[in-house]
């Protein structure tokens, strides 16, 4: 038996390998069950663009990088303290994001000649052998030859057998890490319930790698990382883009509005769609259109009926989508655009994280086109950004975008999630025939916010006629009237900005209120910022951090907030595009930090830079 | 079903106070009028009756009509109408549309919404040229079409619209002509009454900048001997004083005198018959030719096929009998949780 667990407060672990290995499956059951024992978490699936890219190849390979701990966690982590290779590719492409000192996990069968030469190693280098991995503490194992003899009665072929590797592999992490078997074992039942024999085999492995840990001759240290002290309540774990499509669900039942949801597949925004098509009991439409465009039209044809019409995709398919959002603008239609950005431009880094798609978002229509913007900053805010872009669609009758990102689109962390009850009602009136007699019924007359009346097919006596030409305020009717045109343009834009009443005033999010630096943040770079100056703050830096979940229109109080402090820094995962905005609209010296790399920020980066720049 | 409407309503009702801005002598006047003639005979409440146009102009159709209705963007109408009615299918809803907006830059939205099968009638205005944009070839105008763009002669071989949707497996394929109101309102009748997505091609004349394009086929000196006129379980019969007929020599259609066969020899129509549809359909010869067979008109094809949104809603009810009615918190919840 081995000695007493060492105790961590938090740990990075890297599971790498071919994308066809269950990279992915292997990192989200140790999330799940790591979050139910009570860690916080946060997750990296990090996964190549090809569903099956070539076997063995450094761009084939899948990692699933996770950060638990019993501390507050909010990233993913900058480096990993454990590296689960299934193959040469995966340590050569991974290699780097360990720490020194950190721990190998190799299965060697994916290091024989003919995986060294797919990783692209010089003839007859083996790094398990050339003394290059010195530094670090190599656990070797024969993944492959061990699940092939704990599998040697079942009856199944190698190739079947093969694919229980990784649960080996997740029995194994999960004796070194003293965790219970149970919520897998639970999961291998529910997903091979129709194949028995392979519910079998794969409990039989996944037990077979934790008893491994206690058996073999050389052990290694097991380790534990006990509960996080997060605030008292009940939790759930949760995927941005899981989070994006409750948060729709809630707004339509809070709402009392059937949801109909216009997509096309797209990565990585698919997943929504496929998490809304198992929710039809809630009477949500889902609709996969021809295309974008058919997609979002659709989706405004819905919202013409009086639905809450919703429209999702990726960069590429916001900008066909652009002609049809100025329609609904013009038509003063509730509709929410849900971009989950990736690297672009054209097709880009389909799978990889950016934050380049603000602008697009701000300006990219023809016309003079304001819509609101809202950015969700982790995977569990993409329900309340979510829902909050559905509040501001109906209560303002405009399109309103929701930004998130790869990195938090397919990244989980624990959520202490809402009651139906707690969430705030949503209910919509439409318009109501209670004109006297001779009176015609004017279709852009105004409220208090500036928002014209829902009118919708069946409403007898209410009948008219929308269009993207331009319209005569208050009846509607086709105008091309100068003054007329000059004035619509005018109050579109004054009932975007009107918005800002109805919006929580800018906060700070850590640090004081007034000082030397400002790290202004949006979107999914939160975690990384979080941390940096939490430890900034730690080590005795003057250094604060505001993160901005309302891009259009801004806080009401932004400006004064930004003056408080000598210098901005605007992290972006961009080639800085919320910083035109900022140095435009307040005319700050803001200064810009810039990653475009695919990949989040790791905290270090943005730390080293708080140093550089306060020192 | 929609309700009979209790107080009778008459063309008149669905004329509303917007100026009409097509040009003098535009075949759009005498569609809107034969619509606003047939909708108060089809039954509908005034407000359960939504028009939806494109781009073109034949899409500003749906301002003139005392409906609801959208005036949307270049060739997404079919789109917009298909979450309408996958939405609200209660509502009667009307596709306005021209050959440029639909067979051009909203050519896959068509194709897409004739295999759904959505419930909703397009009303296809072809009059084989770009009007609104003064005059520019069409991808119905004929090979060899001058225009402004083509000063020397399209090149482009140009779409059979007809043939096009059959081959989206349209439910309801038929053709008419402005100048002929009677017919004109048998097919707008016959739209409507069709379950699932009916396609009305509607020949017009764009007298500014395709002036007489169809005119072999209205005028009356050319319309007998150049124009056949289908119905259902009635011989293919043509010509002044009906002499000619149609007679299918085995897939080949054959122009035949009826005084030299016997009127059984003739092509007997059957609308639920796709295949004699798709030859129907696929009379589409230059009328110049003196071989050409006349342009038929009249429905081609129906067919009985399930609707995309009743399908939608079924499962959507079978969902709720299976899984129960959905319950936010449980969603919410999820099915793994701890409490701290």
Known sequence: MSALPEIKTDVVILFAGDSGDGIQLTGSQFTATAALYGNDISTFPNFPAEIRAPQGTTAGVSGFQLHFGSIEIFTAGDACDVLVVMNAAALKADLKQLKPGGIIIVNTDGFDAKNLKLAKYPVGVNPLRDGSLGKYEVYEIDVTKITRTALADSGLGTKEMDRSKNMFVLGYIYWMYNRSLDNTIEFLKLKFKKQLELRDANIKVLRAGFNYGDTVEAPMNRFEVKPAPVSKGTYRSIMGNQAAALGLIAASQKSG??????????????????????????????FQAEDEIAAVTSAIGASFGGSLGVTASSGPGIALKGEAIGLALMLELPLVILNVQRGGPSTGLPTKTEQADLLQALYGRNGEAPVPVIAAYSPSDCFDAAFEACRLALEFMTPVFFLSDGYIANGSEPWKFPSARELPDLTVSFAKNNLKEGEKFLSYKRNEKLAREWATPGTKGLEHRLGGIEKENETGNISYDPENHEFMVKIRQAKVDKIADYIPLQKIDNGNVKGKLLILGWGSTYGSIKTAVKEAIAEGFDVSHAHIKYLNPLPKNLGDLLRNFDKVLIPEMNNGQLIKVIREKYLIDAKGLNKIQGMPFTSAEIKEKIKEIIA | MIEKTEIKLTSK?????????????????????QVQTVMPELGLKREEIVFISGIGCSSRFPYYMETFGMHSIHGRAAAIASGLKATRPELSVWIVTGDGDSLSIGGNHLIHLLRRNFDVNILLFNNEIYGLTKGQYSPASPLGKVTKSTPMGSVAHPFNPLALCLGADASFIARTMDRDPVHLREMLKRSHQHKGTSMLEIYQNCNVFNDGAFEVFTEKGTKKSHTLFVEQGRPLVFGENGTKGIKLDGLKPVVVNIADVSLNDLWIHDETDQTKASILIRFFNDQEDKNALPRPFGVFYTEDRFCYEDAMNAQISEAITSMGKGDLDTLIRGKNTWTV
Do not use: M
């Not at chain 1, 198992?278 to 439409?285: Q, R, S």
């Not at chain 2, 009702?13 to 040009?23: A, G, H, K, S």
């Open chain 1, 257 to 286: 509005l059937t949801l109909f949801y216009g997509t096309y597949p797209i990565t990585p925004a698919s997943d929504i769609l496929h998490e809304l098509s198992k929710h039809k009991n809630f009477g949500v439409k889902t």
């Open chain 2, 13 to 33: 009702d669905f004329v509303t106070d917007q100026e009409i801005r097509w040009c003098p002598g535009c075949g759009d006047y005498s569609i809107l009028k």
